[in-house]
């Protein structure tokens, strides 16, 4: 079967309520607690930002499902020591799973912070050596050295660790990007889904896990969806306002203004918003949609909430929908 799993959006609610829609999650049956890590959120208005390692550190003593990122960017403002030392310490406090999402990251994680935002190969090349340089201090017992192009090591050492190192997955939305997620990881993340995840991206990764002679069912495969549950179809679709922009490929772009993101997500039309969220008013429409994700080949579906009542959605998950698959 395959696994549901919450996705708690550091942008839409405070830290505090995320907690709480953890411990709901929890209680209706889902498998495992992702989060964003972002500074700037995806729209300015009613945003959140908090901070993803502080609060995984306090999942991680609240709730007893696995945990992790989706995703934390490779990028300038984050060097990849610090992310591994900070994923060893929250692995070290968690009884659990424990993973590591990583990507080449956005322009509101660099440029607010005075950082550069390069062109995609360079981002690229940012993520191959931070997932390099992580995997090395998870799994070495002696000091590490690296000499990369963007990042470096001179004899560090992790002294802190979990018993079981943590899980390196990786998000890639492109062939590109997911190469490195069958050259090196245990999981593969997107948001990508119909014919071009099935056609083009997955057959990719696959392909790619056996040109390095690993076995591509051995790489998790993990899809997030946006979700908009009322009785009230028209509340749910408006509900969803706060991430039209990703309707509008801004994934890519050199935009780290939230003002401005928003803006552009006004320009999305309802064909966009209905083909892009997963928005009901009735709990079977739900499970048919995760139905439809499982036989396109994903492991795992990671539902964001953005409900206009978001404790209604855990609860019909809980009694109506994970019941029934």
């Not at 001179?154 to 899980?167: I, Q, W």
């Not at 490195?180 to 696959?206: C, H, S």
């Not at 995760?290 to 539902?303: P, S, T, V, Y």
């Amino acid at each position: 079967m395959v696994a549901i799993d919450y996705m708690a959006h550091q942008e839409q609610y405070s830290p505090s309520e995320l907690l709480e829609y953890a411990g709901l999650a929890e209680e209706a049956g889902y498998d495992f607690v992702w989060t964003s890590d972002h500074f700037h959120p995806w729209f300015h208005t009613n945003a959140e930002a908090g901070f993803a390692w502080s609060w995984l550190g306090a999942a991680s003593q609240q709730i007893d499902l696995p945990i992790g990122t989706y995703v934390t960017p490779a990028a300038e403002h984050y060097h990849p020591g610090m992310i591994a030392q900070a994923f060893a310490t929250i692995g070290e406090m968690h009884d659990d799973r424990v993973v590591l999402g990583l990507s080449t990251g956005e322009a509101m994680n660099e440029k607010p912070l005075d950082h550069e935002w390069p062109e995609y190969d360079v981002r690229r090349d940012r993520l191959e050596e931070t997932i390099e340089i992580a995997l090395e201090l998870f799994e070495r017992d002696d000091f590490v050295s690296y000499d990369g192009e963007h990042f470096g090591l001179d004899d560090a050492h992790l002294y802190t660790k979990p018993e079981t190192r943590p899980e390196v997955h990786v998000a890639a939305n492109g062939p590109s990007t997911a190469r490195l997620a069958a050259r090196y990881a245990d999981g593969f993340m997107t948001v990508i889904t119909g014919e071009e995840f099935t056609e083009r991206l997955y057959p990719a990764v696959r392909r790619y896990a056996r040109e390095e002679g690993r076995d591509p069912d051995e790489i998790e495969t993990t899809v997030l969806v946006i979700v908009s549950y009322n009785e009230d179809y028209e509340q749910a679709y408006e509900a969803t306002r706060p991430w039209w922009a990703t309707t509008q490929d801004v994934f890519d772009q050199a935009i780290a203004d939230p003002r401005e993101i928003e803006a552009l997500g006004e320009q999305a039309t309802r064909e966009e918003v209905e083909e892009k969220f997963l928005i009901a008013d009735d709990p079977s429409e739900i499970a048919a949609e995760i139905e439809r994700l499982e036989e396109m080949g994903f492991d795992r579906i990671a539902l964001a909430n953005t409900s206009p009542e978001p404790e209604q959605l855990f609860e019909v998950m809980g009694t109506d929908v994970i019941p029934s698959l």
